[in-house]
């Protein structure tokens, strides 16, 4: 039906689970939240409606949306002690890091968002976290750029308020640019979710030991961060800029990916399950150029891109290897457009992505799944005699 597979028992605790959330089929490209298509979500839903979608698992009625938004916003305020932690990282410090920290910090402050074992302790743990984590995401930003921190406004939308914490300058007062927040809005609805990938899967197999949820999406912050990962969009502009720096060549890099001696990898190319296309990158390049002409802005790098993907298309090695363009490779562009420094890009997948975690730890909380065991194969020695040290 919704594409479910019922897993045989020697599958039960590994890690590997059933799910009714997200919906992929790698071969044709389709991606589905809870049965809807992504195309149509990310040209017709706001990033919150996407969210309850996907943690409660039906489209909100505008009465469900205006309760949602506002039990977030009389949960909006993080303790005014939490500023002693971010004081205590250097400028320098990857925002990953910094929101890995702060996500688990909420944890002491607030206490009751730990043993949640009814749906309504789960509930206001859910919006605990859809309230303060976009404070935390904006603290990152603005501690990077010595700026003091903004409480927000609570007469934008959820998207707007958040560009607002994150942008707004001190000085000045804060105006929508509609372009941006339509921009990002796509964009989080794009990384919302993405069935069992690393981080997910890191999400629920820390939840299954009942850690909390405030425990288990710092976990998963820590496993986006990789550039295997989440990390990848920053690493796609790093190795984009590279290429610009040094003339453009966008062959010699092909060629330096193929080069079995060297571990230079195409970041943004490629994908455990999408093997034709990731459909997120289509919506993505799309809104590339939609935002940088809406914009006004030239970005060569995007030419860069576009050249090192078509080349790519008709390179065999990366056609027989089905290494395509995926949700990483196009995404840094439209962030950089929008202000957002690179370090930043990783955070703000991250940001995306948390109704998907959310959803997902809920989902296996209610249940009621066992502690995650994944299996091994032992190929180690069998057993062996104990040696004292001078006999060995
Ligand atoms: C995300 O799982 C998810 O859903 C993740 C994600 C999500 O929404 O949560 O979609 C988000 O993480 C997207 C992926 C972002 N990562 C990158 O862009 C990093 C670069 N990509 C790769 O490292 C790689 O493609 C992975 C990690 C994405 C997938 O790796 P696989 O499926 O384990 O593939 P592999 O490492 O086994 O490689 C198969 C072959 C190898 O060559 P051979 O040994 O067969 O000769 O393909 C080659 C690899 O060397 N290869 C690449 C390549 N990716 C794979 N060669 C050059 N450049 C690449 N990017």
Redesign the pocket.
Known sequence: SGGLITLDPGFKNTGSCESAITF?NGEEGILRYRGYAIEDLAEKASFLEVAYLLIFGELPTQQQLDKLYADIKKESHVDEEMKKILDGFPKSAHPMGVLSSLTSALIAFNPSAVNVDSEEDMYNAIIKLLAKFPVLVAWTLRKRNGQPLDYGDSSLTYVDNILKMMFKKPSENYEVNKVVSEALNKLLIL?AD??Q????STVRIVGSSHAGLFASISAGISA?WG????G?NQ??IEMLEGIKQDGGDTKKYMQK??D?EDPF??????????KNF?P?AKIIKKSADDVLNSLGIEDPVLDIAKGLEKEALEDS??VD?K?YP????YSGIIYRALGIPTEMFTVMFALG?LPGWIAQWREMRLRKEPIGRPRQVYIGENHREFKDINNR
């Not at 990898?265 to 999408?274: E, K, P």
């Open positions: 992929l990384h993405h069935e990938n690393c981080s997910t986006l550039p295997l990962h989440g990848a690493a796609v990916a193929k079995k990898r195409l970041m943004g190319f490629g994908h455990r399950v999408y990731d997120r090695y990366f290897r290494l995926n949700v990483d490779f992505r």
